[in-house]
């Protein structure tokens, strides 16, 4: 189904000029996308916390399988090779960049060992003949067995927070995607029952991706009357066709109505560019 995604995101991917991936994290972090809006608690139907779950589903298993997805907007994706070069290069400016920051890791292993306190941790694989600098990716000892499990070569996914670094060598705390999806998905969900909704470059990525996919679910429910093309069953698949066929529009709309303002406008904009 991952298909379907990026077919129903289609209509909001105008947020961040239809970017994905690093290139699109990083516009996305070079000026305020939206405005946010007064503070209010929302609450979503059966169906459309169904489709959000499964939606946020789809575009974390391709954000981290190296695809273009929403969620690459507002969380950037680097390789082993970059991070290390740019510590190589500036490793003050490499710490402004990684330390405390969030992003997702896409690399080989290189070398697999226990640190302080039997804690594990994997040396992830770089260009550099000789490996040097390379980061070390550490994992906290609720994944010992899955560190365990993994051999050198393996190519790991990981979401991970910079560290800082030592004699050079990048720092990075990680914990692999089953358990980002999770804590995400109940992340964003959160936000939007509490009303913490923000699209805007120093925002959370759970808050950017909580208000897009409030806009998304809610004005998809509104225009099929809570899903009822999919009754009695309410299928995922027919959930997430939904969207299919419906202006960009009421999307816009949605997206005014909660006070989105710039979001809103980004949308009516290119409902009205020619094909």
Not at 2 to 26: I, M, Y
Request: hydrophobic fraction near 35%.
């Amino acid at each position: 189904m991952k298909h379907l995604t990026a077919a129903v995101l289609s209509a909001l991917f105008v947020l961040v000029g239809c970017g994905g991936g690093t290139n699109g994290s990083q516009q996305a972090s070079q000026a305020n996308v939206a405005s946010s809006p007064a503070a209010q608690k929302f609450t979503l139907s059966d169906n459309e916390e169904k489709l959000l779950r499964d939606l946020l589903d789809n575009d974390i298993e391709t954000f981290f399988a190296e695809g273009d997805t929403m969620l690459g907007e507002f969380l950037p994706r680097y390789t082993p090779d970059e991070i290390s070069k740019d510590f190589e290069q500036n490793e003050v400016r490499a710490l402004s960049k990684y330390k405390d920051k969030y992003f997702g890791v896409v690399g080989k292993v290189a070398d697999i060992q226990a640190g302080l306190n039997d804690e594990p941790f994997i040396v992830l694989r770089t260009s550099n003949q000789f490996n040097l600098n390379a980061p070390h990716a550490g994992f906290d000892k609720d994944n010992m067995q899955k560190v365990a499990d993994l051999s050198k070569g393996d190519t790991v996914r990981l979401f991970c927070i910079g560290n800082g670094e030592v004699a050079g060598t990048p720092l990075i705390g990680c914990i692999f995607p089953d358990e980002f999806k999770a804590t995400f998905t109940d992340n964003v969900l959160t936000n939007i029952r509490d009303g913490s909704l923000r699209l805007a470059k120093d925002a959370r990525p759970s808050e950017n991706m909580a208000a897009v996919m409030l806009v998304y679910v809610k004005a998809t429910s509104e225009y099929t009357d809570n899903f009822k093309p999919c009754a009695p069953n309410y299928e995922t698949k027919c959930l997430n066709q939904s969207s299919i066929g419906i202006p960009k529009e009421r999307f816009a709309a949605k997206a005014r109505e909660y006070g989105f303002r710039e979001f809103a406008e980004r949308i009516s904009s290119s409902a009205s560019e020619p094909k």
